[in-house]
């Protein structure tokens, strides 16, 4: 039980009405999951209006109400707050009520449209060979330094965020590294959250359904800067045109990192083949294991986030050598003279940075053999600019589905087909089951070629009409490799 008054702490109220000092026994924004004692907060949200589900928290149990606007009758012995934002308070209200866990911990979040996940996941394994206990929030797994607590968001609900990060302080964890991603910052999951830095990655196009427009997208990133407390640090990729737009109207310390504009942490590509890249990072030469010139962005990111963070320049460099990126990330899978990359490539800038990256590191006359989707009930203008993507950088391209969702797959193929030149199009098939199109895939490859199955990485499942089906890329690609090979 703790004072509402208390939980209340620096969230900025309209009204109140009743009892401020009543005890509550949770916080709860669904009244699905209302007890006898909660504080019901009603969030407007996309599909509902949590407002409308008051009266059922209430049945529930409710003992006090968080929203913006009062129901037209109130209910006697319930104490009603009026705040000017639900979703805002809804975080500072978790925060208090768990003590504050982001005041006792380094939390830095990362966002951008690509490499969030690479670069929290490279910062966790960092600090973890560094000797820290580390905790981790991220699209494909959260982590309580050494627990896994499965992820159902690439950031989760305000509330969650606060109930991981007080398990990692009580576990002794000194940082954490999370992704910020546009919905969330949007939907304020960030609020209550004490930064010790944010940094940027990049913006293409992406999420334009949710967003509406670029600017608003551009938007979305910005305000986590903007947000930033004075003593934080932000940092921006210099080589991306909105880097130093993040940086505008910061309170927070702006720093760049780049590899083509001179910036506070600079790096040089010496060489990128299949087996890693070789960087020059102010003025040290040091191996790495991941591939391609956007995870050079991603380690020079995670080198000046460590530095940031008070660490030696040297030690980070020599452990940062030793780590391995997230998984479903450019994972390498090579059987009978066949490599097959898995990678969660799902928009256009990444597909076109994956595809390159293979391109650019090819030996000889092998063939690169593309498969990919795109997910239903999301962003449709990426589609054809995929497809197109696709079929420009690979010898052969098998579209088929990702997640479709509620959509017809065949609907989101032909939406996709629409951005194939027509004579590619001799080059490409459309296959609408993704194990038939890896299958396919498999079956034209020959000894040397490269397969890329794009758009699902670490996922081990395929969403169709609200059903998680058992999917997983490399898991199919092994089999059928192995399969091809007994025939
Ligand atoms: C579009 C979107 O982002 N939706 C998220 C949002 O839900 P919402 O606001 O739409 O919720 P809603 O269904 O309209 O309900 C509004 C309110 O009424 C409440 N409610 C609802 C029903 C009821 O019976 N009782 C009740 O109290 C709900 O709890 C909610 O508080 O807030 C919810 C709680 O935080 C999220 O679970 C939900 O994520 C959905 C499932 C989702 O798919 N989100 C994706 C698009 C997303 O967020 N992706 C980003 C990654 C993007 C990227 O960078 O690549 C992510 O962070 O994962
Ligand atoms: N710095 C980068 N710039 C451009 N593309 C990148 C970068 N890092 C990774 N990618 C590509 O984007 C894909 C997704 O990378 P990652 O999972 O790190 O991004 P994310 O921002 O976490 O994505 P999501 O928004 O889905 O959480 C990778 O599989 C790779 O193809
Ligand atoms: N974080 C991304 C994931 C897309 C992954 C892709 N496999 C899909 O399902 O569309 C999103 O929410 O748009
Ligand atoms: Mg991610």
């Not at 007080?166 to 910052?185: D, L, N, Q, W, Y």
């Not at 991603?298 to 452990?319: H, I, K, P, R, S």
Request: hydrophobic letters at 40%.
């Amino acid at each position: 039980m703790k004072a509402l008054k208390d939980i209340l702490y620096k969230v900025s109220l309209t009204s109140t009405i009743g009892d401020m000092e009543v005890g509550v026994s949770d916080i709860v924004f669904d009244s699905r999951k209302v007890g006898s004692g909660s504080v019901f907060v009603a969030v407007a949200g996309t599909q509902v209006d949590g407002h409308s589900f008051i009266s059922t928290a209430l049945e529930k149990g409710a003992k006090a109400i968080v929203c913006e606007k009062l129901p037209e009758s109130l209910q006697e012995g319930i104490t009603y707050v009026q705040v000017l934002n639900s979703a805002k308070a809804l975080g500072i209200m978790a925060s208090n009520y768990y003590e504050n866990p982001s005041e006792k911990l380094k939390l830095v979040a990362v966002t951008g449209t690509n490499g969030k996940t690479t670069t929290v996941t490279l910062l966790y394994q960092l600090f973890i060979e560094m000797g820290y206990k580390t905790g981790l929030l991220s699209t494909v797994e959260n982590r309580i330094n050494d627990q896994v607590v499965p992820a159902t968001h690439t950031t989760p609900d305000a509330l969650s965020i606060q109930v991981m990060l007080k398990r990692m302080v009580e576990e002794g964890c000194t940082h954490c590294f999370m992704e910020a991603s546009s919905h969330a910052i949007v939907q304020e999951r960030m609020a209550g959250l004490h930064l010790a830095g944010a940094v940027f990655t990049n913006i293409t196009h992406d999420h334009l359904d949710y967003h509406g427009s670029f600017d608003e997208y551009i938007k979305a990133k910005k305000k986590l800067f903007d947000e930033l407390p004075k003593d934080a640090f932000a940092l921006v990729n210099a080589d991306d045109k909105r880097g130093p737009v993040m940086l505008q109207n910061t309170k927070a310390q702006g720093l760049t990192f780049g590899l083509k504009y001179p910036g506070d942490f600079k790096a040089k590509i010496l060489s990128n083949t299949i087996d890693g890249l070789e960087l020059d990072i102010n003025n040290r030469q040091i191996w790495f294991r991941l591939i391609g010139q956007f995870n050079a962005y991603n380690l020079l990111g995670v080198y000046a986030t460590a530095v940031l963070l008070g660490e030696d320049e040297e030690e980070v460099l020599m452990q940062l050598s030793k780590v391995e990126g997230a998984q479903g990330r450019f994972d390498k899978i090579s059987l009978y003279g066949i490599t097959a990359i898995v990678d969660y490539a799902h928009t256009p800038d990444a597909l076109e940075n994956v595809l390159k990256t293979i391109q650019g590191v090819r030996t000889g006359g092998e063939q690169v053999l593309t498969v990919v989707g795109c997910g239903g009930n999301r962003d449709r203008t990426k589609r054809p600019v995929m497809a197109k993507i696709a079929t420009q950088l690979s010898d052969k391209v098998i579209l088929t589905s990702d997640n479709p969702r509620d959509e017809e797959p065949m609907a989101i193929l032909r939406e996709m087909e629409a951005g194939v030149n027509p004579v590619d199009m001799k080059r490409t098939l459309i296959i609408e089951d993704r194990r038939e199109a890896i299958k396919t895939a498999v079956l034209m490859a020959k000894k040397g070629d490269i397969i890329l199955i794009a758009g699902k990485g670490h996922e081990t499942y395929q969403e169709i009409k609200g059903v998680k089906h058992p999917f997983d890329d490399r898991q199919v690609v092994r089999e059928m490799l192995h399969l091809m090979n007994k025939n």
